[in-house]
């Protein structure tokens, strides 16, 4: 069995509705034939998309073979032990051109029960954002499920949601059962639990190119919501360059952001996961047991839990978001 090293996978493009072309124009990935593209998975473990490595030895077979070769090596024990040959964390870029629909995603529970999946708890790290851009994040008052619905039904959902003016920079943790969408305008990385499952409320009454409406999931949705108000919903953090800065830690990741002008040394060894990087802003080039990995702006790379120790070299400076479970 060959041994593990840092491991870059192959993107999967995802045209959507509201999909535009960021993708190409500022994170330089180029989705061939496709009109746009609302989404790239990055890294996937989902069973119908799931990532094949495109770095390496390893080049051409799945995430999912990898898990079922190298086991606690790959993703760490205690990550192995709770979700076996599933892997935990699903990486996105999202570029939407159109405000995405209003919608919400069951927890745990709710998913296990309904689709024998994991529930979908995420964040989001804008990483552009056009002058105006909005997004949606939870309500703007306390709700109980009825009142939800009388707005729903009369047609004034939007009067109860809590609108956020967004910039690059800004981070949203969005645990499951919380309303939200992506505004027109943004390009964001997305780091979420392995889940595809989205009850969709309200679509703006879109119609696709053969004039039908997408389907949506009102009923399905009402006890999916948490319908608290919370008095904070953007993620408050102070960025430092040169120094690892938390943004979320939740029981699905932990994720972190390095803003570094300068080469730096990182030891994982007293941490039991796998490591991913998004990079963000700058480029740089992991170092491991002598080899070296160029990583750039729109790139995400897998340190497998066997290696303990990097060196992330860089001339010109990187942003990155970090992200493990703990």
Wanted: aromatic share 12%; net charge negative.
């Amino acid at each position: 069995m060959s041994s593990l090293y840092p491991l870059k996978f192959k993107t999967i493009f995802k045209d959507k509705i509201w999909g535009g072309q960021k993708i190409k124009t500022y994170l330089n990935k180029d989705f061939g034939a496709l009109p746009n593209c609302g989404e790239t998975w990055e890294i996937s473990g989902v069973k119908s998309d799931v990532s094949v490595v495109a770095n390496g030895e390893l080049e051409g077979q799945s995430l999912a073979d990898l898990l079922e070769q190298y086991k606690d090596e790959l993703v760490g024990k205690k990550v192995y032990d709770h979700f076996g040959n599933i892997f935990p964390l699903l990486i996105k870029f999202i570029d939407a051109n159109e405000d995405l629909s209003i919608q919400v995603h069951p927890d745990d529970e709710l998913g296990k029960k309904r689709h024998n999946s994991f529930g979908k708890t995420e964040m989001w790290y804008v990483i552009e954002a056009d002058p105006g851009s909005t997004l949606i994040a939870g309500f703007n008052k306390e709700l109980t499920q009825q009142e939800y619905l009388d707005k729903f039904n009369s047609g004034h959902l939007t009067d109860i949601l809590n609108k956020e003016d967004v910039k690059a920079g800004d981070v949203f943790f969005l645990p499951a059962g919380r309303v939200h969408t992506i505004g027109k305008g943004l390009l964001i990385a997305e780091i979420q639990q392995t889940s595809d499952i989205t009850y969709r409320i309200y679509d703006f009454d879109r119609v696709d190119d053969k004039g039908n409406k997408r389907e949506l999931h009102t009923e399905e949705a009402l006890a999916a919501i948490d319908y608290k108000h919370y008095p904070e919903y953007k993620t408050t953090y102070h960025p430092e360059e040169n120094k690892t800065i938390k943004l979320v830690s939740c029981p699905y990741f932990t994720t972190n952001i390095l803003d570094f002008t300068e080469s730096t040394e990182k030891d994982y060894s007293g941490l039991d996961s796998f490591v991913i990087y998004v990079c963000v802003e700058g480029e740089f080039v992991v170092k491991s047991n002598g080899s070296y990995y160029p990583v750039k702006m729109g790139d995400c790379i897998l340190l497998p839990k066997s290696i303990d120790k990097v060196k992330l070299e860089t001339t010109s400076g990187f942003k990155i978001l970090e992200s493990y479970i703990e």
